[in-house]
């Protein structure tokens, strides 16, 4: 007997919103993206915290206290949030072509895939260029405050911030090329933008991997190889992308996966689907094993995949993350991704400095990192509204002979801090 088809995992349920966006992937990137935030607001102003922490739950016995300890680490691992960006990147990239493929449309999916990796370069590069000249632009103007405090935090991050003379030419090399091909950290004006060298390429993975395999039958096989593969080559990155990748053919061809299930299997998944107490225990214990150490990038990668896969096939999580203040969060999230580190630098550094006569360094971190989380959010939307939507539209307009890289409900996506998809 065949299973039966799993209806919710169609494009249209659950995760579409009236403007044709992955609503729950949204609001996953806005977490992740503050993940981000707080993993540097940790490092700039916090940095003796983790070792406080250990330190108060050391009455525990260790198992407990390393449950408490990872309960709360999780919150600021901007490294796991960039693994989450980049399977969501993969996805989203990879959505189109299959659906096109799935309509025997191959032509409009070559066409497709054409048009989106001449639009992939212009689509980063222009964000890039305002995040770089942001960065320039305080640093010139010596407003740049981190070196004062530095000593005064304990930071050894906010050290190595900004150690270099200022030069428009350079700021400019770096913008154009050098963040996609020789990008130095202690040179750069952003040292978040040590993603897009990996972006720009997972990008162009995807792309040529659906371009050969993506409508083929034997798809699977190959998957499974270029992962083996990838790992021998200790090309982790890609198989973050490669991950996406078969997340989306899964999502829009359910079927090639669950007719080779047991019906009793495909009816209990059916049933998981939609229990709270399931999604929520889940949601937990993956939050813990991301806050546990981890001295490989293995689990790292397994588990940014469970929680996309998550995100999108559990319903109760899927609405929880569709709600407005994460899918907010989404939407300023490229922007907030940018700016953060020139403001932390800059204002956040600066009012440190100036508190320091006045408070106790707890409630002086505690301050400053308020205001920043709320300072960043006004100027991620800002960001938003005058940088990252019109470099969808002037990528669009530099390639306008190839088709829009659209969502289903035929408006783009930019799901990505950092790493932003059309």
């Known amino acids: 007997m065949n299973a039966p088809a799993l209806q919710p995992l169609t494009p249209t349920e659950p995760v579409r919103s009236g403007a044709g966006r992955l609503t729950a992937f949204e609001g996953l990137r806005g977490v992740a993206a503050m993940m981000v935030v707080f993993s540097h607001l940790q490092l700039a102003f916090f940095a003796q915290a983790p070792q406080s922490l250990r330190e108060s739950v050391s009455f525990m016995p260790r198992p407990l206290a390393s449950i408490a300890t990872a309960g709360i680490e999780w919150v600021r691992d901007g490294h796991f949030a960039v693994w989450v960006f980049w399977v969501m990147s993969a996805f989203v990239l990879s959505l189109r072509f299959f659906q096109l493929a799935q309509g025997d449309d191959r032509t409009a999916a070559r066409r497709y895939l054409k048009g989106a990796s001449l639009r992939r370069y212009p689509r980063l590069v222009i964000p890039i260029i305002a995040a770089v000249l942001l960065g320039y632009c305080l640093f010139s103007a010596g407003l740049m405050r981190n070196q004062q405090a530095a000593p005064l935090a304990g930071s ?23 963040v996609f091909y020789v990008y130095e950290p202690a040179k750069s004006y952003n040292v978040v933008l040590w993603t897009m060298k990996a972006e720009l390429i997972g990008s162009l993975f995807v792309f040529a991997v659906l371009g050969i395999v993506g409508h083929r039958r034997y798809r699977w096989a190959v998957y499974a190889v270029t992962g083996i593969v990838l790992l021998l080559l200790q090309l982790d990155y890609l198989n973050g992308f490669l991950a996406g990748l078969i997340l989306c053919d899964i999502y829009v061809r359910p079927e ?49 995949i469970l929680l996309c896969a998550m995100t999108l096939f559990l319903l109760p999580l899927n609405r929880l993350l569709s709600t407005p203040v994460p899918v907010f969060l989404g939407r300023v999230s490229f922007g907030l991704y940018l700016v953060h580190v020139p403001i932390i630098s800059s204002f956040s550094c ?3 400095v100036w508190l320091r006569g006045y408070t106790d360094a707890m409630t002086r971190g505690v301050a400053v990192s308020v205001a920043t989380i709320f300072l960043s959010l006004m100027a991620g939307y800002a960001f938003y509204r005058l940088v990252d939507a019109p470099a969808v539209r002037i990528s669009k307009v530099l390639t306008k002979r190839a088709p829009a890289t659209t969502s289903p409900g035929g408006r783009e996506s930019a799901l990505h801090p950092g790493i932003s998809a059309e």
């Open 156 to 178: 050894d991050w906010l050290a190595r911030l900004y150690t270099f003379d200022p030069s428009l030419l350079r700021a400019l090399k770096e913008a154009f090329f050098d």
């Open 256 to 304: 090639s996966v669950l007719h080779r299930l047991p019906l009793y299997v495909v009816k209990r998944i059916h049933g998981l689907r939609t229990g709270r107490v399931v999604s929520y225990t889940l949601l937990a214990i993956v939050l813990v094993l991301v806050g546990l150490p981890k001295d490989r990038q293995l689990p790292t990668i397994l588990l940014s």
């Open 350 to 352: 600066a009012a440190y």
